[in-house]
């Protein structure tokens, strides 16, 4: 029994952690509330690391000197008294803190999980899901401001992209809490944590063959700088294929709803970007020259169509 608990458990922080990966990874990893306390991150990045990076013998040291290099890159085009990159730095620590304890106020994982399993045999998970749906306003409130300390430190193209990044995240957040979380209700109702479970491995060398080279082979701390928080083109392909072969899995389950419910989040979040454009450029390259020219042809046909028809109109009346 408490086999199968953990197991849904899993399964249903998976799904949470695909459509609010910034917002509930910070709960889930359970980082202490005050930063500053962290003297050595090994401990955490045995856990949660990648292979062949638990023993990487990253530092809060190393990170804030990584954050400082960053703030300074970003601002190398004004004068260097006009910019304090370790007070800038030190700023987006502070904010980050202070997310950790708002995200932690808001929303405790393990106690949420606790609550869905009692609220599954009774029918009750809308009124799970509608409790804490009702702090969203407070959870947008502490990334908007975590993302104003962020602002300084980056670039002129990285802030072009801020703020799309901004609605994505928003649009994550309305996603799973449409209605008060009914999705979320539906997909735990439908099988969805089981669905997960059976394909999480799959699902895991989905996001390791798509987003696996954005990551270097050995971690070396010395050398390592912080990339630039942009969405481009390659990105976007990368998400679409990595959706792509999600999906391939999920569908494979019983229920077919699982797989539905993710498919629509990611339709839904991409709205929100110009990823589409690249997608559509991607799959137009990927064809065949004779399709391309079939569609060429039904598109002059179409366009063709559509100028006759009101000129045929116009000579019926002659």
């Known amino acids: ?39 050595d991150l090994n401990e955490l990045g045995a856990q949660y690391l990648p292979a062949g990076y638990s023993n990487s013998n990253v530092t809060v040291a190393d990170l804030q000197r990584l954050l400082r ?32 304890q ?15 399993e009692d609220a599954k045999p009774k029918g009750d998970l809308d009124v799970v899901f509608e409790r804490y749906c009702l702090r969203l306003p407070n959870m947008t409130q502490c990334l908007n401001d975590f993302n104003a300390a962020l602002l300084p430190c980056l670039t002129r193209e990285e802030r072009n992209h801020n703020a799309m990044m901004k609605r994505i995240v928003g ?8 209605r008060n ?14 669905c997960f479970e059976e394909h ?6 989905c996001f390791q063959t798509n987003f696996g080279h954005y990551l270097p082979s050995e971690l ?6 912080l990339p630039e928080l942009v969405l481009d083109s390659k990105k976007c392909l990368d998400l679409h294929n990595f959706e792509t072969c999600v999906l391939g899995h999920l569908e494979k389950c019983e229920n077919i709803t699982p797989s539905n419910i993710v498919e629509s989040m990611f339709r839904y979040v991409r709205k929100e970007t110009n990823c589409q454009q690249s997608i559509n450029r991607e799959t137009r390259e990927s064809e065949p020259l004779s399709l391309r020219a079939g569609a060429s042809v039904n598109s002059v046909a179409t366009a063709a169509a559509t100028l006759a028809l009101p000129l045929a109109l116009v000579l019926r009346t002659f």
């Open 1 to 39: 029994m408490e086999s199968t608990l953990n197991e849904t458990r899993r399964s249903l922080a998976l799904f949470l952690l695909i459509a609010v990966f910034s917002t509930l990874s910070a709960a889930q990893l359970q980082f202490p509330k005050d930063p500053s306390n962290i003297k």
């Open 69 to 100: 290099q960053k703030c300074e890159k970003a601002n190398s085009g004004l004068p260097a008294n006009q910019v304090d990159a370790g007070k800038l730095s030190g700023n987006i620590e502070q904010a980050a803190g202070q997310l950790f």
């Open 102 to 116: 708002c995200v932690s106020g808001l929303l405790n994982v393990t106690a949420m999980l606790d609550e869905v």
């Open 171 to 178: 649009k994550l957040l309305d996603f799973v809490c449409f």
């Open 181 to 194: 979380g009914d999705q979320i209700a539906l997909f735990i109702a439908e099988q969805g944590p089981e």
């Open 200 to 205: 999480k491995d799959n699902i895991g060398n």
């Open 220 to 225: 070396n701390v010395t050398k390592l700088e």
